[in-house]
């Protein structure tokens, strides 16, 4: 499992959780759903390219 610490960006402001295998975002319009999963993909992408590189 994974930690993630999310400080000031978009939406959200003070974010702190623990990613499992599968994690579903609910969530009201507009409440940092999808920046959240571009981040995790973002840091995904870049743990695979450190990785490799």
């Given amino acids: 499992m ?4 999310v400080k000031k960006i978009g939406p959200l402001v003070d974010l702190k ?3 499992n295998r599968f994690d579903v975002f609910i ?3 507009s409440s940092g759903k999808s920046t959240l999963a571009k981040i995790i993909s973002h840091c995904l ?3 695979k390219e450190v990785a490799t590189h």
């Fill in 17 to 19: 959780l623990t990613l």
């Fill in 45 to 47: 992408w870049m743990e």
């Fill in 2 to 5: 994974a930690k993630l610490e």
């Fill in 27 to 29: 969530g009201k319009q």
